[in-house]
């Protein structure tokens, strides 16, 4: 899809163009709102993870900062950004493989304790029972409930392969570049996630008290980490403040990538009218500054470590975040599944798929279902009489609720139940098309072309 409609915020202007506008105001407004709650997200998580050294200071001081820095990095011209976030991600990179070269080497015996543990860990129940409210007598479903609080959690952890999309529009030559960086992003993120959960499982046991320990005292930083606690057991003093460092550094890199975009994301809705007309002035740079300070407003949110434990901040966070993330899938489903209609009524009059994944429409069909499921039982732990409190109710399904009146009041409100949904006959790409295609003959690639040849 956006191989084919290479723009800035493809997936939002196709819902727009396949859909119709109520759906685009929700989906744009949705996704800014998951970006920007996403910068006091790594503020508190930067300020949770110092606090694996020493707690003595203010919270405040590690937000000012940041906020600061990213304000800094922000107004300054784009590609100081990017090489800010070259070296940033390459810290990241650094982490990763420095971490499966740990497993590697120590479960072969290259440790202090001259340990060769190899695969030991995963005889030792790999899957355990979970019980939100304690209560474990006469029940089994222990499994399935410690299942799906992992489900949850990586429906949190799995985010940022569709970022990649926002780059469309600025890509020299969109649909040459674009095919190959998404199976590459696909490949890296199986790659990563499966090497990160098979290294976990191998340097600790699920047994080990310290594990439990430190999840059931939310210790902060690397504190809780498995490779952190199989580094303590084998005696390796120094790792594991070098593994908080690089943490910290992946957290204040993802909270300057959610300031880039949110504020990017807020210029493009003033642009189409979604929002007010003063956030599209931008500095002698080409920098948004009233958009970047309205996103970064969103900062202040994380004040609400000086008042409650920064566990609990980074849970509410982690549950508005869940939410927002899982109707932003949803909506990337349904906006593929139009265009696919569209497409597929107009293919004799439009060129080719740049690109087509497998599977399709069904793993679409599917996303769509999951992604609505785990979007009402995120939060299904607060549903049991002894763990209802209002605050978790509200940080997990609070985002629905605001969708749903977002896009109701501007589709029976806003515009009086004029917006229907566009016919697929009607829907016209040719204009955006043919800018795509004059774009690539300037770049000398003309592998799609197809009304420049007309």
């Given at each position: ?247 910290i550094t992946a957290a204040f890199s993802a909270g300057n990538a959610y300031t880039y975009c949110s504020s990017r994301t807020f210029y493009g809705m003033a642009l189409d009218g979604y929002a007010p007309k003063i956030f599209t002035r931008c500095n002698r740079h080409g920098v948004p500054i009233y958009s970047v300070a309205i996103s970064l407003v969103w900062a202040l ?154």
């Amino acid at each position: 899809m956006v191989c084919f409609f290479p723009v800035s915020s493809p997936f939002l202007r196709l819902a727009t163009k396949c859909v119709d506008d109520s759906l685009a105001v929700m989906a744009s407004w949705n996704f800014w709102f998951l970006e920007c709650v996403q910068i006091p997200f790594e503020i508190v998580s930067v300020n949770t993870i110092i606090h694996y050294w020493r707690d003595d200071y203010s919270a405040g001081i590690p937000l000012a900062v940041q906020v600061v820095l990213y304000l800094l990095i922000s107004i300054c011209a784009v590609k100081y950004y990017g090489e800010m976030e070259f070296w940033l991600a390459s810290f990241k990179i650094i982490l990763a493989l420095g971490l499966f070269t740990f497993t590697f080497i120590t479960m072969l015996g290259g440790n202090p304790e001259h340990d060769r543990y190899g695969f030991r860990n995963y005889g030792e129940s790999p899957f355990k029972k979970y019980f939100p409210d304690g209560n474990d007598v006469g029940k089994s479903s222990g499994y399935f409930q410690g299942f799906l609080a992992c489900l949850i959690q990586a429906s949190f952890t799995i985010a940022g392969g569709e970022y990649i999309s926002m780059l469309a529009g600025e890509v020299k030559r969109p649909r040459k570049v674009l095919p190959k960086a998404f199976k590459q992003v696909f490949v890296r993120l199986t790659f990563l996630f499966l090497g990160s959960c098979l290294c976990v499982g191998i340097v600790c046991s699920p047994n080990d008290p310290d594990l439990t320990a430190a999840i059931n005292e939310a210790r902060p930083g690397a504190g809780s980490s498995p490779y952190v606690i199989a580094m303590n057991n084998l005696k390796i003093r120094i790792l594991p403040d070098i593994v908080n460092i690089a943490l910290i550094t992946a957290a204040f890199s993802a909270g300057n990538a959610y300031t880039y975009c949110s504020s990017r994301t807020f210029y493009g809705m003033a642009l189409d009218g979604y929002a007010p007309k003063i956030f599209t002035r931008c500095n002698r740079h080409g920098v948004p500054i009233y958009s970047v300070a309205i996103s970064l407003v969103w900062a202040l949110v994380s004040l609400l470590q000086l008042n409650s434990n920064s566990a609990v901040v980074l849970n509410w966070l982690i549950n508005l975040i869940t939410a927002s993330q899982l109707i932003n899938f949803v909506v990337l489903c349904i906006v593929y599944l139009f265009f696919r209609r569209a497409y597929h009524v107009q293919q004799d009059s439009l060129p080719k798929l740049p690109f087509r994944s497998w599977g399709q429409p069904y793993t679409a069909i599917i996303g769509l279902v999951s992604c609505s499921a785990m979007i009402l039982i995120q939060g299904y732990t607060v549903f049991f009489p002894k763990l209802w409190n209002t605050q978790d109710f509200l940080f997990s399904y609070l985002m629905v609720f605001i969708n749903i009146g977002i896009y109701v009041g501007y589709k029976f409100i806003w515009k009086r139940g004029k917006d229907h949904f566009k016919n697929p006959h009607e829907i016209d790409f040719s204009k955006e098309l043919t800018e795509i295609e004059n774009h690539e003959i300037e770049s000398s690639f003309e592998k799609f072309q197809y009304y420049s040849k007309a």
